[in-house]
């Protein structure tokens, strides 16, 4: 059993469009990261949110992290296909190991 | 951020042996990560290698199928022993960053056992 329930597992978008990625759990984290996957690279760092209620925005992208600490979400505005990608998010329960979610894959068409 | 050299990029290695992957980090670091990740889908921790102690590992993984060694503060090894085809995967390293909080990984290492 995932520690971090993330969906949807894929969504496939027009260029343009808005998505929206969630990451819910039942355990309270410290932090909550989220990365970017493409094929043959490991994952690269997007954000980490830290306390409750915390609203992050990097250009197009806007995150959130629960009041509760136990969810988070990812926004895309206006999706290009350079967004196109593995999503991951992942929860650090205060032991600075990392619990991931199941990922999502992003793919946008121009 | 820290950047991470990890090799090799991919292996294709006959049953029965043993393939050890090198991440070298250009700063140093106290903790560092070694996950296992099937194309498309989610990272599992593998063990955490801190510099000075042993590595502690994951229930389901255990020491004499994956030795780790962790030398200084800017590198580590992972070794996937005696392996089958069930330990074709990607492997990946990944190290904190204390400073900026964030966690920096290697490109991975895609290892197919036939």
């Known amino acids: 059993t995932q520690l971090l329930e993330q969906s949807p597992q894929f969504l496939s978008i027009q260029e343009g469009e808005n998505l929206t990625v969630y990451c819910n759990s039942s355990s309270v984290f410290s932090s909550l990261q989220w990365y970017r996957q493409e094929p043959g690279e490991g994952p690269v760092l997007l954000v980490t949110v830290v306390t409750g209620g915390e609203v992050k925005k990097l250009k197009r992208l806007t995150f959130q992290f629960g009041d509760a600490r136990k969810d988070s979400s990812l926004h895309i505005t206006a999706a290009q296909p350079g967004d196109t990608g593995l999503y991951l998010c992942?929860?650090?329960?205060?032991?600075?190991?990392?619990?991931f979610g199941a990922g999502t894959t992003v793919t946008v068409r121009a | 951020s820290a950047v991470i050299s990890q090799k090799p990029s991919r292996d294709i290695c006959q049953r029965g042996t043993s393939l050890t992957i090198q991440c070298q980090v250009d700063s140093q670091v106290t903790m560092m990560f070694w996950y296992r990740q099937q194309p498309g889908q989610s990272l599992t921790l593998i063990a955490t290698a801190n510099q000075g102690s042993e590595a502690t590992y994951e229930s389901g993984f255990v020491i004499d199928k994956f030795p780790i060694s962790r030398p200084n503060l800017t590198f580590s090894t992972l070794t996937v022993s005696n392996m089958s085809p069930e330990d074709s995967s990607i492997y990946l390293c990944s190290a904190l960053v204390r400073a900026t909080y964030g966690y920096t990984f290697g490109s991975g290492t895609r290892l197919t056992v036939v």
């Open positions: 992942a929860g650090d329960l205060n032991d600075y190991k990392l619990s």
